[in-house]
């Protein structure tokens, strides 16, 4: 049951809870529509105006819960979606003179307006809504700081303007701007914006008694504690019911392996190149730089990579893929790659798993290793770079190719521009639409900040293992190919 101490996390978690729980029990059908009462049995409301809007709003998280969409009748790919129940609690005026305003008479403001929006009246300048074009011109102007930017906190984080509101004032998003990263999810106050679910189509398959595979990213470890390990991870899924679970780590040495070789192929040729690891960022060439398509390496994802590795040696295998990215769930979906994870999850989500199963992760010290250090180190912003250069050197070349390690949406989008322009110095660009790179992703349990020196600590004890002998050792237990189709 939900209370007033509970914050949007609660609420999300509170949810993925309950369907978990039902669909490890297979009564989610017949109790589906019990679960807005149980977490708001009422009368009196909680967060909103009415138990009646919070029980609708839970109803659409149920949805999107099961992997549907929040408002029956919807239809796109979109990963994000929209509660339109849970929106319209931002200002709709983007620009609002406050108390501040001294009624100057150098009337600033006004004059800086060029679409004749700003008025003054009795005791303050006034903004007209209906002329305001919101290009901040006024704000900027205002002497005394007196006109406020109201903007949307959905709208703000959104690093392609992908976000605008209908005539309602609800939020809407331009899908085909949308590069999924899942910045405007992680900074809505009201959690309006959200991601589609994979937890029921992967509980199903594991009640089923299916090869289930989970494939743990990187940036999972020191997420559930200091003490816990990913070999303490790994027996805690195959306690939930996984087949077994493979680190992405290990895919990772296997692209570092095959983006060195191309990388030294571009370079020969004096071609620039782009990775390809970050879903966002791949969909921020696509979408608005198509320009610069060809320059995307071909080489694929690591969790592309283990899942192709995993079904190389068990056909019949589900791979699901585990971390704290959003866009490794458009990337799941994206017809240019095959053998990719059927299914993704976020640790958020993996979390309410574990919970609905009474599963509780303790640190046993089981050890396990299936990647290099610098496969572990892939979610870090740089990590990608310094894992190719690894391979490039136990591979005997030691060229000395210089990178633009982009970290963050906006410096992604600097580093594009001026590769669209011809004036990018470097040869490649490592592109990280998370800052700190896929560890910061929003659907990581922890800050970055808190989780830094509990990975640290645990990679302390891994062995010496380079890059050259994973990719070995793969390639030895069966065949798989490392590039889109």
Known sequence: MLTTTSDINDVKHEVLCQVAKLAFENTLEEKRDDIPYELLPGPKAIFRCCVYREREIIRQRVRLAEGKYP????HNRNIVQVLDSACAECPIQRFVVTDNCQKCIGKKCMGACKFGAISIGRDKAYIDPDKCRECGKCAQSCPYNAISDHQRPCKKSCPVNAISTNEHGIVTIDDEKCIHCGACIKNCPFGALSDLSFVVPVIKAIRKKKAVYAMVA???EGQFGKDVTMGDLRHALMDLGFTDMYEVALGA???AESEGREWTEAFRNGEKKTTSCCPAFVGMVRRHFPQL??????????????SRFIKGQHPDAITVFIGPCVAKKSEMLDDHVDGNADYVLTLKELKAMFEAKGITLQPQGEKLQQGSMYGRRFAHAGGVTEAVLQSLKENGCNGNLNVYRANGAKDCKKALMLLKNGRLPESFVEGMACEGGCVNGPGSLSPESECKKVRDTLQSDMDDRRITDTVRSCQNACSYHMHRS
Do not use: F, N, R
């Open 71 to 74: 408002s029956v009748g919807l």
């Open 218 to 220: 990187p940036a999972a």
């Open 253 to 255: 040495d296997l692209t």
């Open 293 to 306: 398509a060809d320059s995307i390496s071909t080489t694929i994802s690591p969790m592309a990579a283990t």
